[in-house]
């Protein structure tokens, strides 16, 4: 089955300390994208990335960083400057041939103490 | 700039109740028009999407019709169930070469028995 996964579901973290969040897809798709989710709010997009080796900040990119060395990847590291990490993240990808919809995988909550 | 904007929540219905949710549009150009579901502690399923005007998109009880001429893609469903409950998104892709979508706020509902 073609989809994104996304590792761990859960993530617990001690303040000060760098997180790296994986998103991987078998769907063959161009673009990826993270987005943030607190809690009774709508998506916020992090970085976006439509080719290998190429990425761009989102709506929210302070304290946050990305790579895409492959086309079936994109990490995203939530580091120490990120002021508020604890949130739900979102993986997505997308391509052309379907108007860009966006497929989603189900998530990480990472919570930082 | 692109935006979507939806009718704000909390949505509480009956089961079997008629159900709208309005969500009108700015873009530029020919936008694609989507609606995603969000299951608790989920990511999100597209729902359902149309690519031009007067296109209706529909999926699992659930219909949408891209208005132009209002700029309006409104989600209904004749009759709700429990299983319903669960936050709404309405998004649009205006085909640019950026591969983003633009999202609405999100609008929970809540189906009681």
């Known amino acids: 089955d073609g989809g994104i996964t996304q590792s761990p579901k859960y993530l617990f973290r001690k303040e000060g300390q760098n997180v790296t969040l994986s998103c991987e897809q078998n769907?063959?798709?161009?673009?990826m994208y993270w987005y943030r989710q607190d809690p009774g709010q709508g998506l916020r997009l992090i970085y976006y990335?439509?080719?290998?080796?190429?990425?761009q900040k989102g709506d929210i990119a302070e304290g946050y960083s990305v790579s895409r060395e492959k086309k079936e990847s994109f990490p995203l590291t939530v580091t120490s400057a990120q002021k508020n990490p604890t949130a739900f993240y979102l993986c997505?990808?997308?391509?052309?041939?379907?108007?860009?919809?966006?497929?989603f995988g189900p998530g990480t909550r990472l919570t930082v103490t | 700039g692109n935006s979507v904007t939806q009718m704000e929540g909390p949505v509480t219905l009956s089961e079997e109740a008629f159900l709208t949710i309005n969500c009108t549009y700015t873009?530029?150009?020919?936008?694609?028009l989507f609606w995603y579901v969000q299951y608790p502690g989920e990511g999100l399923q597209l729902l359902l999407k149309?690519?031009?005007?007067?296109d209706k998109g529909s999926n699992k009880g659930f219909e949408a019709t891209y208005r132009k001429e209002t700029t309006s893609f409104h989600l209904e469903k004749g009759s709700v169930q429990v299983s319903d409950s669960a936050v709404y998104f309405c998004?649009?892709?205006?085909?640019?070469?950026?591969?983003?979508?633009?999202f609405g706020k999100g609008t929970l509902l809540t189906v009681n028995p």
């Open positions: 997505a990808s997308s391509t052309r041939q379907t108007n860009y919809e966006q497929y």
């Open positions: 769907l063959n798709h161009d673009a």
């Open positions: 990335s439509q080719i290998v080796n190429d990425f």
């Open positions: 873009a530029t150009g020919y936008p694609s």
């Open positions: 149309a690519t031009k005007a007067d």
């Open positions: 998004a649009l892709s205006d085909g640019g070469s950026n591969y983003k979508l633009t």
